[in-house]
């Protein structure tokens, strides 16, 4: 009886190990977990940036903001990997757009994305795309914003809309440039969040 007990525990607990801890709910990929972006940089928060966006993908709830997938578990959002044939609204700030053929795809962390009716679709890496011409193309770029003042506002006056809409765009994404320990997934949402605050202050946005 103690051999049996004994056996039963083992394998219980042999099971567990084999469920990957970053996998959503019922979902199941063919991509290397041990590899992926989002396994590998586990991210966890107790409250979402405003900007966030709930899908509802095969009947599970998901999260999605930065470029990041989350699920809500024990009052925590937990970051996952993406789920394949999920659909976002729309693509995170800094992506790169990689055409093959005639077909045209988009690369943002380790996540590829093709158009779909309602937005973008989560997909396996495409046959042909390099990772590494990919990462050379967002390497290349720069994230810094070019403000240009449209209503000839002054060097001082134009400091303190930066520094106001730095202030909200902070607290609205909860990422800041200044704290080293700040999420850099959420970087987009925060460049987004200034952007549309100079804009609204009459300022040109590039």
Same mark, same amino acid.
């Given at each position: 009886?103690?051999?049996?007990?004994?056996? #039963?525990?083992?394998?219980? !607990?042999?099971?567990?190990?084999?469920?990957?801890? %970053?996998?959503?709910?019922?979902?199941? %990929?063919? &991509?290397?977990?041990?590899?992926?972006?989002?396994?590998?940089?586990?991210?966890?928060?107790? /409250?979402?940036?405003?900007?966030?966006?709930? !899908?509802?993908?095969?009947?599970?709830?998901?999260?999605?903001?930065?470029g990041r997938f989350y699920h809500h578990k024990n009052g925590v959002y937990v970051s996952i990997v993406a789920p394949l044939g999920a659909i976002v609204p729309a693509l995170p700030n800094g992506y790169v757009?990689?055409?093959?053929?005639?077909?045209?795809?988009?690369?943002? $962390?380790?996540?590829?994305? &093709?158009?779909?009716?309602? $937005?973008?679709? /989560?997909?396996?890496?495409?046959?042909?795309?390099?990772?590494?011409?990919?990462?050379?193309?967002?390497?290349?770029?720069?994230?810094?914003? !070019?403000?240009?003042?449209?209503? $000839?506002?002054?060097?001082?006056?134009?400091?303190?809309?930066?520094?106001?809409?730095?202030?909200?765009?902070?607290?609205?994404?909860?990422? %800041?440039?200044?704290?080293?320990?700040? %999420?850099? /997934?959420?970087?987009?949402?925060?460049?987004?969040? #200034?952007?549309?605050?100079?804009?609204?202050?009459?300022?040109?946005?590039?």
């Open positions: 009886m103690k051999n049996l007990a004994l056996f #039963m525990l083992v394998g219980a !607990i042999a099971i567990g190990y084999n469920n990957p801890a %970053d996998a959503a709910p019922g979902h199941r %990929d063919h &991509r290397d977990h041990h590899t992926s972006h989002n396994n590998h940089n586990r991210h966890s928060h107790k /409250v979402l940036p405003k900007a966030h966006h709930k !899908i509802v993908h095969r009947g599970a709830p998901y999260f999605y903001t930065g757009s990689i055409g093959v053929g005639s077909n045209r795809y988009f690369h943002f $962390g380790d996540v590829y994305y &093709r158009h779909a009716p309602t $937005g973008y679709v /989560v997909i396996e890496k495409p046959v042909g795309v390099s990772t590494e011409s990919a990462e050379k193309k967002v390497s290349a770029g720069s994230d810094k914003l !070019i403000i240009y003042p449209a209503a $000839g506002q002054n060097d001082k006056q134009k400091s303190r809309d930066k520094y106001e809409c730095h202030e909200w765009a902070s607290s609205e994404t909860r990422y %800041d440039p200044i704290n080293s320990d700040s %999420d850099d /997934v959420l970087k987009a949402d925060y460049q987004r969040a #200034m952007s549309a605050c100079l804009e609204a202050r009459n300022y040109v946005v590039k």
